[in-house]
């Protein structure tokens, strides 16, 4: 079966692919750490299959989960060369980060603010290819857990990339059709 233009049926991508899953999800959390400053079996995702062991009561951390993926409606289309051909399109990544334990508003807050750090944005760009859109509020959201209220603060954070899917789309550099006339 051929994945290219030059024969009839559906073309998936080549090359390399964005990162999805459980790569993102380390990516972010290696973000929310480094942030932060939490530990790193303090920060976890959500919904996973095998779900971590919460921290005991007095502890502070941070539970978080990709909650959508919006795309731009129109990407585009560009002709690397005769061969190729890249889909550029722009992701929205929405983040519900929730932070737990005695001290889990000031966390939220410290998260925040250093979202707001110009350095701390760049090194996000550079490892992981994410920059910072926009950050809602905090909301207070206490939690019953194992018959205790646990302080929670929930803040949603909106990440943006620009991914790149290449194809094996050929360009039409010959025609065996002569065209006559003026």
Not at 54 to 61: F, L, R
Not at 111 to 119: H, I, N
Not at 125 to 144: D, F, K, M, Q
Not at 155 to 163: A, E, F, H, P, Q
Request: include cysteine.
């Amino acid at each position: 079966m051929s994945n290219d233009s030059t024969s009839a049926g559906y073309l998936t991508p080549t090359g390399i692919e964005p990162t999805y899953d459980e790569a993102l999800e380390r990516e972010i959390s290696r973000w929310i750490r480094g942030v932060t400053g939490l530990e790193v079996n303090k920060v976890f995702p959500r919904w996973t299959e095998t779900q971590p062991k919460i921290p005991n009561s007095g502890v502070t951390w941070c539970e978080f989960g990709i909650t959508a993926i919006p795309q731009d409606y129109s990407p585009a289309h560009v002709q690397n060369d005769s061969e190729h051909s890249e889909q550029w399109s722009h992701e929205s990544i929405s983040v519900i980060c929730c932070f737990y334990g005695p001290s889990g508003q000031r966390t939220a807050t410290l998260f925040r603010d250093g979202m707001a750090v110009a350095q701390n944005n760049e090194e996000l760009n550079v490892t992981a290819g994410l920059t910072l859109l926009e950050c809602g509020r905090i909301i207070s959201v206490p939690e019953l857990i194992n018959n205790t209220w646990v302080r929670r603060y929930d803040i949603t954070v909106t990440l943006r990339r620009k991914t790149i899917r290449e194809y094996n789309i050929k360009s039409l550099v010959d025609s065996p059709v002569k065209i006559f006339g003026e």
